[in-house]
């Protein structure tokens, strides 16, 4: 039997109302049924009105005590008041019966319903992969927490790996991962604290006043978890786990915007690397800015929004230009400059890349055709993409792109950063020999900043070494320099071309032509330059020399 009473004050209030209706209702169904005569009209059917109200308000059990009461105070009315006929004895029972039999049965429907609803209530707010509540549970509690004006902190746990688990190991072990660190979390920060939002990620809710103790136990379990191999039926793997923090403070918020920026706080940082990280404001701009820049990405080159410049690049053994590196820039809306390495980098994980290097290919072999025509020869590089040499259609469009025009492709490097060989890919391979093979020269970029060795670029069929920057500005250190010598000495031995690229003053230039360095490039003779810009430097320089 449900209880009349509730717990708060609020409950008893309104349970004290509704008795008190209820009972009003009984007496008015009571006083209206001997005004109009007595119980052998139907006005003594009204009873079922506070019997029904009963039952819903309070069960069967209060269905059935108020139809006993009812029909008992119905019995008293006669059946005939203005004859003084009193009602059969079995009459006033039998409908006291009903009663009791109708506020009992009405109760139990309800009750019925009620628990099916809170069941169904219950299953919406479960995780439909673990025995945890889920983001519906997880949203409302954080509402409540709001309103009260609490603190807290909330915790997005990320397996980054688990999906891989599921691929190769077996599928059934994801559900044992994520239980087992379900349990261990739940046994330190309390049941009600753990939530399931995705099959591959947890949420812990840390209330205020045990901040700093369950943080640290959290931070424990997840060290447990990575530090060293995960050991589970019959399995061994590696558990990835990327841990987002934010701290509440009660700024005015809704709670899906608490979620996302727990979970913002976990996408720094490695893809894969696991790690604890706390909600960075700076880094969320970051990331929309990003999402803002890769919409209107998709639409530059059409909008005419893109262009290439040219970065002269100088032979100091025979003091002459020896060609130029072609290098796409953006300038959004025709005023908003982005940078190369912002866009470049959003291209490349959308697919937008190969768009660009098309984009760039075509305006470099166009400006080509057109300074020959001015009698101004240079070679021109072009940077490429790991995802262009991937791309079986890249090789296609450039090689549409060279039948159509009568240009030497020997007056083309194709640049590749030292990175790509990391890739250790025979694609990749396969394809720099098949543009070297078509005419094309080699070029490596950044060298020296990538993952090989001097000994592992053996295997790339290139033309010219770039020693990155980041050497060239410390020439000064004396363990820098003979690094960049034995560098030059190296390639030399090959019958390579050394270009060092960043050269900012006359002293680098004086270390790089003493080491033999073949050709320099940087902004002690030019930075990039729009091609009519080009030809004026071009003539200036050839005058000069």
């Keep these: ?250 700024e005015e918020t809704t709670p899906i915007e608490i979620y996302n920026k727990a979970r913002i706080a976990y996408e720094q940082g490695e893809p894969n690397k696991s790690g604890v990280y706390y909600y960075d404001r700076n880094f969320e701009k970051k990331r929309r800015e990003n999402q803002d820049i890769t919409g209107a990405l998709l639409e530059s080159i059409i909008k005419n929004e893109m262009y290439v410049v040219y970065q002269p690049k100088i032979d100091i053994v025979n003091n002459k230009i020896s060609g130029v590196e072609a290098l796409v820039r953006w300038k959004r809306n025709g005023t908003d400059y982005i940078e190369p390495n912002i866009f470049i980098t959003i291209a490349e994980e959308i697919g937008f890349i190969n768009k660009i290097s098309e984009f760039v290919f075509k305006s470099v072999t166009k400006q080509i055709m057109e300074w020959k025509s001015k009698g101004i020869k240079v070679k021109c590089s072009v940077n490429v993409s790991v995802y262009d040499l991937l791309d079986e259609y890249y090789t296609y469009w450039v090689n549409g792109i060279f039948s159509d025009e009568d240009i030497d492709r020997s007056d083309f490097e194709i640049e590749i950063t030292e990175r790509v060989i990391a890739y250790n890919d025979k694609k990749l391979l396969d394809k720099m020999y098949y543009f070297k093979e078509k005419g094309f020269l080699i070029s490596i970029d950044d060298f020296g900043t990538g993952y090989n060795s001097l000994m592992s670029i053996g295997e790339i069929p290139f033309d010219k070494l770039k020693i990155d920057k980041y050497f060239i500005s410390r020439l000064n250190r004396i363990e820098v320099a003979e690094l960049v010598k034995s560098i030059i000495q190296y390639a030399h031995t090959f019958g390579k071309i050394v270009v060092a690229e960043g050269v900012e003053n006359e002293e680098q230039i004086k270390i790089l032509k003493s080491f033999n360095c073949d050709e320099v490039q940087g902004y002690y003779f030019s930075k990039p330059l729009m091609p009519e810009e080009f030809e004026e430097f071009y003539s200036k320089f050839n005058k000069l020399s």
């Design 1 to 250: 039997m449900h209880s009349i009473f509730g717990r708060s004050d609020k409950s008893i209030r309104m349970n004290l109302i509704k008795m008190f209706v209820i009972c009003l209702m009984i007496v008015a169904v009571l006083q209206t049924v001997y005004l109009t005569g007595g119980t052998k009209k139907a006005f003594v059917q009204l009873m079922f009105i506070p019997i029904i109200l009963s039952s819903l308000f309070w069960g069967a059990y209060a269905g059935l005590a108020v139809g006993i009461i009812g029909g008992i105070f119905a019995g008293t009315i006669p059946l005939d008041v203005s004859q003084d006929i009193m009602q059969d004895p079995i009459n006033w029972i039998s409908r006291s019966i009903i009663f009791s039999i109708i506020g009992f049965t009405t109760g139990y429907l309800f009750d019925k319903i009620n628990r099916l609803n809170a069941e169904k209530q219950e299953r919406n707010l479960k995780s439909p992969f673990y025995n945890l509540p889920n983001a519906q549970q997880l949203f409302y509690d954080l509402e409540n927490r709001i309103k009260a004006g609490e603190h807290f902190r909330l915790v997005s746990i990320k397996l980054t790996n688990l999906y891989e688990i599921e691929k190769y190991i077996d599928n059934k072990l994801t559900f044992d991962i994520v239980e087992n660190l379900a349990k261990k979390l739940e046994h330190s920060c309390g049941r009600k604290a753990v939530y399931s939002y995705e099959k591959d990620e947890l949420i812990v809710l840390i209330c205020d006043f045990c901040l700093n103790e369950y943080e640290e136990k959290l931070k424990r379990i997840l060290d447990n978890y990575v530090s060293s191999p995960i050991k589970m039926n019959g399995y061994k793997f590696r558990v990835s786990i990327k841990v987002g923090i934010y701290l509440y403070k009660g």
